[in-house]
């Protein structure tokens, strides 16, 4: 699937159905705040993923994701994926690796905590 530049790939509460393999291109991952303010949570490219976090809990999306140039992904369905770690353990550990590196890129602001 192709994404153009400027073209939202999913918004915050949308259903998580899906993770997306970004090709080529860039996403930016975003939210707003409460002041209407937009925050960049991150810039995902080439050879990561999108949309990790629903995939695994099934929950609406937790930010917007929008193709920041021309942005080719490969689409894989919760259901799809599922079935593939109901089947490959080492697939569940390897995308547990994924989640970790996930949580331990994003910066945080230790002075709220």
Avoid: H, W
């Avoid at 409460?34 to 099934?58: M, R, T, Y």
């Avoid at 490969?74 to 949580?103: H, S, Y």
Wanted: aromatic share 4%; charged share 25%; with cysteine.
């Amino acid at each position: 699937m192709t994404y153009g530049a400027g073209e939202i790939m999913f918004r915050k509460g949308d259903p998580g159905i899906s993770i997306l393999v970004v090709i080529k291109g860039c996403v930016r991952i975003s939210t707003v705040t409460f002041e209407a303010k937009e925050i960049v949570l991150n810039l995902i490219q080439a050879d990561e993923v999108v949309g990790e976090i629903a995939l695994l809990d099934g929950k609406e999306r937790s930010a917007d994701a929008i193709a920041i140039q021309v942005t080719e992904v490969l689409v894989l369905e919760r259901r799809d994926f599922l079935r593939i770690l109901e089947r490959n353990p080492r697939a569940a550990i390897l995308m547990l690796e994924v989640l970790c590196a996930t949580v331990f890129a994003v910066p945080v602001n230790r002075s709220r905590i």
